[in-house]
């Protein structure tokens, strides 16, 4: 696929463009990660997808999914597999987003395996495929949310942040209810996240879910509450 092959080249090349030396190993730092930065700050990464996705239309759903893949699956950079992010929620191709979708955003949850990636996706992607096909999505989230892996499990739980009156107060019990024992940091600040931010919607139910589950660890317990009091 030309345009495919054209895309990742744009992508790599306005990248080392805008790369500041300085800034990348304090960006590396940061995040923790392995994977080296090029020092790309945010606006700028954003202000070079809205050229590059204008400039590298794909014209077909093979050619947008096959762009994602495989500029995540080579990327060098981090901010490479950040573009590849920016792409799947480019409005051009808002058409294609259904469960169909849904093994590529699992992929970029597992291989990505860190909370900059995976917020993003789950709230951004995954999210609102469930608010539009909950029929194909809620039997997926139950099972993640039991998954061996801990970023499909917190996938399951932060998913539905800033759904608002949308929330399927159901599938966000079950979720937080499969991992209230489970230490992991990550999930823990999840659960309190989800709540949190369901609170600004309905803090009576926050307040009488952790009422109702002691289990709660302290962390979440806070997080959940911040905003609305003792439950």
Known sequence: ??????????????????????????????????????????????????????????SDRDSFVAAVLRLWREAEYREERYLAIDLTGDRRYARWQDPDLLPVYEELIVTGAWWDFVDEVAIRRVGPLLRAKPEALTPVLRRWSTDPDRWRRRTAVICQVGAKQGTDLDLLTEVIESNLDDRDFFLRKGIGWALREYAKTGPGWVRSFVRAHPGLSPLSVREALKHVGAA
């Open 1 to 58: 696929m030309e345009s495919v092959a054209a895309f990742v080249q744009a992508a790599r090349t306005g990248l080392a463009g805008l790369a500041d030396p300085v800034k990348a190993p304090e960006m590396q730092r940061y995040m923790k990660s392995e994977m080296p930065f090029r020092g790309v700050p945010k606006p700028l990464r954003s202000r070079l997808a809205r050229t590059l996705f204008a400039e590298h239309p794909l």
